[in-house]
């Protein structure tokens, strides 16, 4: 069944997400401890959008395309060093390939971007190479129509692609991109992908787990800020906040949190102006549902960009603890709850020096809220990375 509905921008089809008739394929709890999101929940293409009318869809869990103009499939956020995951599967007479550090505008792979391609043997760049810059080691023979797997690391300038297991290539650039969304590609035939995973590298830490060094506290007010004997930073009561010392423009940010309480309410708040409370973007912590259905949240839901976009789907539950993950890249902001990705907002408001009141793109703290006072959360490995700026190219 197909779990989309193709909306044309201008600059390309933007695919919408109607609503699942099943759950998301969610990570397993190791997978969440080591930091790995999805990039396609098995249901729906959220999060990504299209450069052509390729009839991208959902069929069993895989991600498809048969017919239509050649073009990507592109994650709407862009990301900077990472584990890529993904099992795919091509017939005889397709072509495709996995773009990295892609923009929508991106056509030529060895200046604009990364091309691991997926075609045939006798392919100039057969399948695991880096188009028009690295061809592929000898991998292990496989059909053409079975399931493989790619692991590609792309950290600074170094690219490694693993093909079913065996390293193929191992590319170190001397222009690095840095940064950039990640594109599927359709060219020819049948191409099919799954289980599409990223890892965030270089991850780190903003809270020890012993004190509040690196956290400032002068506009608590009301919240009761504490270090929990077990290791996480507890709030209680509110109105009030702690912050970051530290400020941070283009970002992901990972924590763990537990709301000790029924539909408590609060927020991680980013790129804020710091000393003034609550004066940034704010992803919502709030796990309530209307009638039992979670594709319904109250009050936007853990995940959403409070006043800004619901979440789409309430992932997490009170009393118990769930992972979030932010990640602001310039105006566009996504949010990843449990490893599933909820919100996915682009601010097109003039620019504006206060997030609530116009698009911050300058550096700002990430700050955790004392709602009220019935505030009682805990957070947990809290980390970050920031990203850098595109290189290597240019235009946008």
Known sequence: MINSLAVWTGIGCLLVALPATADPQLLTHAQLEAGWLRLFDGETLYGWQATSDA??????????????APGLLLTTTAFSNYVLKLQFRAGSDSNSGIFLHAMQ???????????????????????????????????????????????????????????????????????????GRIGLQYRSGNVRFRDIMLKPLGMRALFNGRDLTGWRTDQALNSAISVTDEGA????NGKGQVETEEAFADFVF???IFCNGTELNSGVFFRCIPGDLWMGYESQIHNGFHQNDRNRPSNCGTGGIFRRQDARRVMADDYEWFHMTIVAD???MAVWVHGIQVSDWTDTRPAHPNPR????????????????????????????????????????
């Not at 009839?55 to 239509?68: C, I, P």
């Not at 690391?153 to 390293?167: F, I, K, S, W």
């Not at 947990?380 to 235009?395: F, H, K, N, W």
Request: hydrophobic share 35%.
């Open 254 to 256: 990972r924590t763990e």
């Open 105 to 179: 505008d991106s056509t030529n792979v060895a200046r604009d971007c990364y091309e691991v391609n997926v075609a045939g043997a006798d392919d100039p760049f057969p399948t695991g190479s880096l188009v028009q810059r690295l061809k592929a080691s000898a991998a292990p023979p496989s059909p053409r129509a079975a399931w493989r797997t790619f692991e590609i690391v792309v950290h600074g300038p170094r690219v490694v692609v693993r093909l079913d297991g065996q390293q193929v290539v191992d590319y170190v650039d001397t222009d690095p991109i840095r940064r």
């Open 233 to 236: 930073l507890h709030i209680q």
């Open 357 to 396: 009141q116009g698009k911050r793109l300058e550096a700002g703290t990430i700050l955790l809220q004392g709602h009220d006072p019935t505030t009682d959360l805990s957070f947990r490995d809290l980390s970050v990375v920031e990203m850098p700026q595109r290189a290597g190219v240019t235009g946008p």
């Open 330 to 332: 310039g105006s566009h």
């Open 55 to 68: 009839n991208w869809h959902v069929d069993g869990r895989e991600l498809v395309a048969d017919q239509g």
